[in-house]
């Protein structure tokens, strides 16, 4: 089959923490309520996104079709999504690879997150202040998350790397994208004693898991953002290329622009509106554009983001 771009339609999932951004910006069409979360590229058994003019869901793109994907690896390598919390989501922590190959069998899950909205002085969980494990267990016995999690600024435009194996949580009215290794397994930390009003009991903990995986002392680094470069006609923020994990970048466009890559990848809009060669894009519409498809034109004045992967 010849190469084209396609339109991927995306999976809604409810979420307790949900708001109301995803139906009223980003064209949400479900009935699904709160909608937390806008799966933009999904290949899991929970989500598998649907591929418009393939007429089948992206796992089946994957597995039909090796040559628009060029990957090494059997399980299709990304997920995407838009996140959009009025309140704080649990504290979480991804298993990494090893831990997750030999306990839950599948890929572990570093991931990334892409600030889009955050007023004025928000932050996010990132990271915890323990040297120990044993500091960490006192700490969950005590109850004295303030004194545990470690809390950073961030702002629109902002990009946080989070690798496996560190704590994390994205804040209420933090709007993000995030982009991840596709792994649908997830060990939940601290969930603020909230009650999930579907059972009317508190959600699952996973303090074993988490014990088990969590980095310890915290050592990553915090959110950054960088500098455009103009390239025919777009503005790109090149943030994150790193072989068998992922590739993230912001694409800007004012009227008219050009852009090409080897490697598959995936746009997002999450602003403005246009077109991506012959593909009609507003907020929440993903494209697929296969390996080495050669040079796509991108019209109009819209912000897009980049998602791919690559083994080499």
Not at 67 to 80: I, S, Y
Not at 253 to 282: A, M, N, P, R
């Amino acid at each position: 089959m010849k190469k084209q771009i396609v339109k991927v339609l995306p999976v809604y999932k409810e979420r307790i923490w949900g708001g109301s951004k995803i139906k009223d910006y980003f064209h949400g069409n479900t009935e699904i309520n709160p909608v937390g979360e806008m799966w933009n590229v999904s290949a899991l058994p929970s989500g598998d996104c649907y591929v418009e003019e393939l007429k089948k869901p992206l796992s089946q793109v994957f597995s039909d079709h090796p040559d628009w994907f060029q990957c090494e690896t059997k399980e299709f390598p990304l997920h995407c999504t838009l996140i959009d919390p009025i309140a704080d989501l649990s504290v979480q922590v991804h298993p990494t690879e090893e831990y997750a190959r030999n306990v839950e069998n599948t890929m572990g899950k570093p991931e990334a997150w892409y600030i889009i909205d955050a007023f004025k002085g928000a932050t996010i969980q990132f990271g915890h202040t323990a040297k120990s494990k044993a500091e960490v267990i006192k700490r969950i016995s005590d109850q004295q998350w303030d004194q545990l999690l470690n809390y950073v600024e961030v702002k629109k435009k902002d990009f946080l790397f989070v690798p496996d194996g560190n704590v994390h949580a994205i804040s209420k009215n933090v709007l993000c994208f995030e982009i991840a290794k596709s792994a649908d397994v997830t060990y939940r930390l601290y969930d603020y004693d909230r009650i999930d009003k579907k059972t009317g009991k508190k959600r699952e903990l996973h303090i074993e898991k988490s014990l088990d995986v969590l980095v310890i002392p915290h050592t990553a680094p915090g959110p950054y953002t960088v500098k455009p470069e103009r390239i025919s006609g777009c503005n790109i923020r090149f943030f994150m290329d790193v072989p068998k994990i992922f590739t993230f970048a912001s694409i800007e466009v004012e009227k008219k622009g050009e852009f090409s890559l080897d490697q598959f990848y995936f746009l997002t809009c999450i602003e403005g509106k246009g077109h991506v060669d012959d593909h009609f894009v507003h907020p929440g519409t993903t494209v697929l554009v296969p390996c080495d498809y050669g040079k796509i034109s991108i019209n109009g004045q819209l912000t897009l983001l980049l998602s791919s992967y690559r083994d080499h």
